[in-house]
């Protein structure tokens, strides 16, 4: 007769093999929260799940709207304000519209399609913005880009709904840090190819080709990520709650008060909005010492690939021992790094040694931001279970959307005084968030 463990291990074979190796997995019980036909499956699918979420991630990373869009604007020529809605535009657009995409989603057994979906309006949004940037210069060109930006951020608000709850059906707790570590690594180690690659051998007076072809890697990299995604084996889930999506959104909104800690959790994850905030201060204050040539794009670029490459596994395997313990940690560090920042403004520390401080400062903050990432993610994966994922997922992320608007504008009216003031303010609420994180509860430890 077979034991429990028997019975929920993964199929043997080279792709077990391979998985077994590369995540150290020797003990059965991590299928213990998915379905032995889940279980069953779990080697291909985390292998599935590791291409698409790579692709992903490199084009958040290759296109990010921290250094790439706003580099891109200021070469066309678009007013500077528009620059300064990039941001905002994809972060809370991506998470607002959750509640209703949630309830919508409910509704279908199989949810992969919808990241499918969402992960190819990504990558064609971004493709569109090429032909907009031949096309146009100006505020023309900058206006377009937004829109095609809204396109793109709700696409990504589609994949953001729905990922969690696919993965926590697909591949089992415990080893979710893991697979968004290694994915978030290999992005990293593409960033830092083409940072270096550009600060190397591209002339630093080019200005639109080059950043034009990182576009159009990142809008193949999505389209990639939806083709690999669409070949997911999973398992039709539980429908109940789907149907009227407002309906739904509306009810979704208890779950903030029957799941204490779930409101702990996203009073801690909008405080550590923060580290988003900060990233194009950062940015702005590598500018403003080093100058606006390419090259020092190619450098940021670089950092924060680096960044990825060498903090993600960390954080990942971190997380799936205690991604409390990471928020609590990226917290502090995020303080203490805006601190340090700011005195470098006040000493005129970039005066002396140019755009190199505040590199510095942008790739030590990007390995924080991925921490707070990879924590807050498998923290809410692992809050949850196979009947409240997607709901919990979209109200965390509809809040922190308003979080994330209201927090957005504050802080840009206090870095009209200056980016380093700001990067000062947001010391208060990244010290907050950790001393909120100490009061969760711990889940993976939890037998």
């Given at each position: 007769?077979?034991?429990?463990?028997?019975?929920?291990?993964?199929?043997?074979g080279?792709?077990?093999?391979?998985?077994?190796?590369?995540?150290?997995?020797?003990?059965?019980?991590v299928?213990?929260d998915i379905?032995?036909?889940?279980?069953?499956?779990?080697p291909?699918?985390?292998?599935i799940?590791?291409?698409?979420?790579?692709?992903n991630?490199?084009?958040?990373?290759?296109?990010s709207?921290?250094?790439?869009?706003?580099w891109?604007?200021?070469?066309?020529?678009a007013?500077?304000?528009?620059?300064?809605?990039?941001?905002?535009i994809r972060?809370?657009?991506a998470?607002?519209?959750?509640l209703?995409?949630?309830?919508?989603m409910?509704?279908?057994?199989?949810?992969?399609?919808?990241?499918?979906?969402?992960?190819?309006?990504?990558?064609?949004?971004?493709?569109?913005?090429?032909g907009a940037?031949?096309?146009?210069?100006?505020?023309?060109?900058?206006?377009?880009?937004?829109?095609?930006?809204?396109?793109?951020?709700?696409?990504?608000g589609?994949?953001?709904?729905?990922?969690?709850?696919?993965?926590g059906k697909?591949?089992?707790?415990?080893?979710?840090?893991t697979?968004?570590?290694?994915?978030?690594s290999?992005?990293?180690g593409l960033?830092?190819?083409l940072?270096?690659?550009?600060?190397?051998?591209?002339?630093a007076?080019a200005?639109?080709?080059?950043?034009?072809?990182?576009?159009?890697?990142?809008?193949l990299?999505?389209?990639?990520?939806?083709?690999?995604?669409a070949?997911l084996?999973?398992?039709?889930g539980?429908t109940?709650?789907?149907?009227?999506?407002?309906?739904?959104?509306?009810?979704?909104?208890?779950?903030?008060?029957?799941?204490?800690?779930?409101?702990?959790?996203?009073?801690?994850?909008?405080?550590?909005?923060?580290t988003?905030l900060?990233?194009?201060?950062?940015a702005?204050?590598a500018?403003t010492?080093?100058?606006a040539?390419?090259?020092h794009?190619?450098?940021?670029l670089?950092?924060s690939?680096?960044?990825s490459?060498?903090?993600a596994?960390?954080?990942?395997r971190?997380?799936?021992y205690?991604?409390?313990q990471?928020?609590?940690l990226t917290?502090?560090?995020?303080a203490?790094?805006n601190v340090?920042?700011?005195?470098?403004?006040?000493?005129?520390?970039?005066?002396?040694?140019?755009?190199?401080p505040?590199?510095?400062?942008?790739?030590?903050?990007?390995?924080?931001h991925?921490?707070?990432?990879?924590?807050r993610?498998t923290?809410?994966?692992?809050?949850?279970?196979?009947d409240?994922?997607?709901?919990?997922t979209?109200?965390?992320?509809?809040?922190?959307?308003?979080?994330?608007?209201v927090?957005?504008g504050?802080i840009?009216?206090i870095?009209?005084?200056g980016?380093?003031?700001?990067?000062?303010?947001?010391t208060?609420?990244?010290l907050?968030?950790?001393?909120?994180?100490?009061g969760?509860?711990e889940?993976?430890?939890?037998?």
């Amino acid at each position: 007769m077979s034991s429990t463990a028997e019975r929920t291990r993964p199929g043997d074979g080279p792709i077990r093999d391979f998985y077994d190796l590369i995540t150290g997995d020797e003990n059965a019980r991590v299928c213990k929260d998915i379905s032995d036909s889940a279980c069953r499956e779990q080697p291909t699918n985390f292998f599935i799940h590791l291409v698409s979420l790579f692709a992903n991630k490199a084009g958040d990373l290759v296109a990010s709207p921290k250094l790439v869009l706003p580099w891109l604007m200021a070469v066309l020529g678009a007013p500077t304000w528009m620059a300064g809605l990039l941001v905002p535009i994809r972060e809370s657009l991506a998470l607002l519209p959750q509640l209703v995409i949630a309830g919508w989603m409910r509704a279908h057994p199989v949810r992969k399609w919808f990241w499918v979906g969402g992960a190819a309006t990504q990558g064609l949004s971004v493709l569109a913005m090429i032909g907009a940037a031949l096309a146009f210069d100006g505020a023309v060109a900058g206006g377009l880009i937004l829109l095609l930006l809204i396109v793109f951020s709700l696409g990504r608000g589609v994949c953001s709904a729905s990922y969690k709850d696919v993965q926590g059906k697909t591949v089992a707790k415990t080893r979710r840090g893991t697979l968004s570590g290694y994915a978030s690594s290999a992005a990293g180690g593409l960033a830092v190819l083409l940072g270096a690659g550009l600060w190397l051998f591209v002339p630093a007076s080019a200005d639109l080709g080059p950043i034009l072809a990182l576009l159009a890697l990142a809008g193949l990299l999505w389209v990639a990520a939806a083709i690999v995604f669409a070949a997911l084996r999973e398992f039709p889930g539980a429908t109940e709650g789907g149907g009227n999506a407002l309906k739904t959104a509306v009810a979704s909104l208890s779950l903030i008060r029957d799941k204490p800690a779930f409101g702990r959790f996203i009073a801690v994850r909008g405080l550590l909005v923060a580290t988003a905030l900060a990233a194009p201060y950062y940015a702005q204050l590598a500018r403003t010492s080093g100058g606006a040539s390419l090259s020092h794009l190619a450098i940021l670029l670089l950092v924060s690939g680096l960044a990825s490459l060498v903090s993600a596994p960390f954080w990942g395997r971190f997380s799936d021992y205690s991604s409390r313990q990471v928020l609590m940690l990226t917290g502090v560090a995020a303080a203490v790094l805006n601190v340090l920042i700011a005195l470098a403004v006040v000493t005129g520390l970039g005066d002396v040694a140019g755009v190199w401080p505040f590199a510095a400062g942008y790739f030590v903050l990007a390995g924080i931001h991925a921490g707070v990432r990879l924590g807050r993610k498998t923290y809410l994966t692992d809050l949850g279970n196979r009947d409240d994922r997607a709901q919990l997922t979209a109200v965390a992320n509809t809040t922190i959307g308003v979080i994330l608007l209201v927090g957005g504008g504050l802080i840009a009216a206090i870095g009209s005084a200056g980016p380093a003031v700001a990067v000062a303010a947001l010391t208060v609420p990244a010290l907050l968030a950790a001393w909120l994180a100490r009061g969760l509860p711990e889940l993976e430890q939890a037998e």
